[in-house]
T-cell receptor, first 113, second 115 residues
Framework: GQNIDQPTEMTATEGAIVQINCTYQTSGFNGLFWYQQHAGEAPTFLSYNVLDGLEEKGRFSSFLSRSKGYSYLLLKELQMKDSASYLCAVTFDRGSTLGRLYFGRGTQLTVWP | DADVTQTPRNRITKTGKRIMLECSQTKGHDRMYWYRQDPGLGLRLIYYSFDVKDINKGEISDGYSVSRQAQAKFSLSLESAIPNQTALYFC??????????????FGPGTRLTVT
């Protein structure tokens, strides 16, 4: 829902850099989250962006452009353990439902040795 | 100890049976959520509760009901299970937005199979 789009699958090699994109409808946008989910496990929170720009957290960075309805998650120095699904989730400013997350379908990243 | 727990972790049941999935949290969060996850479809919201007296339908509430017994407990019921309710179910919690960005914390999931 809410037109949150991200690629279904990506592959990369160990040590490389990968960028996972996410687009969303801009109307009523409030904030954007990235989650990591290993197979069969719970999603875990990676990052939150509400203002334009880049947020860096170790090997992971997340970028937001509010006017373009666009975000990306950048993973550097890829490791095998980074193989997982990466979920983009958005909150919209809609009164009583503010705070509810709308998830994209996730991008399955496979890291090869 | 885990902050968000779900019971059972795995359940196999037959069509037509009533099933209850339970979620407990020690994070002190007011907001709780139930999602289901199916391959290729991502996480879809079933019900959510912003406090003990508040219950709201999500995208796919048909066939499900919930009960918020206390701030720490939120249970999901399938009144009469059907095979297309076979999925991985997650409970999540969060603070209200006036206390932070509102990131959600997920339980370990319940894998439900309806035969």
């Amino acid at each position: 829902g809410q037109n949150i789009d991200q690629p279904t699958e990506m592959t990369a090699t160990e040590g490389a850099i990968v960028q996972i994109n996410c687009t969303y409808q801009t109307s009523g946008f409030n904030g954007l989250f990235w989650y990591q989910q290993h197979a069969g496990e719970a999603p875990t929170f990676l990052s939150y962006n509400v203002l334009d720009g880049l947020e860096e957290k170790g090997r992971f960075s997340s970028f937001l452009s509010r006017s373009k309805g666009y975000s990306y998650l950048l993973l550097k120095e890829l490791q095998m353990k980074d193989s997982a699904s990466y979920l983009c989730a958005v909150t919209f400013d809609r009164g009583s439902t503010l705070g509810r997350l709308y998830f994209g379908r996730g991008t399955q990243l496979t890291v090869w040795p | 100890d885990a902050d968000v727990t779900q019971t059972p972790r795995n359940r196999i049941t037959k069509t037509g049976k009533r099933i209850m999935l339970e979620c407990s949290q020690t994070k002190g969060h007011d907001r709780m959520y139930w999602y289901r996850q199916d391959p290729g479809l991502g996480l879809r919201l079933i019900y959510y509760s912003f406090d003990v007296k508040d219950i709201n339908k999500g995208e796919i509430s048909d066939g499900y009901s919930v009960s918020r017994q206390a701030q720490a407990k939120f249970s999901l019921s399938l009144e009469s299970a059907i095979p297309n309710q076979t999925a991985l179910y997650f409970c999540a919690t969060s603070d209200p937005l006036d206390r932070g960005p509102g990131e959600q914390y997920f339980g370990p999931g319940t894998r439900l199979t309806v035969t």
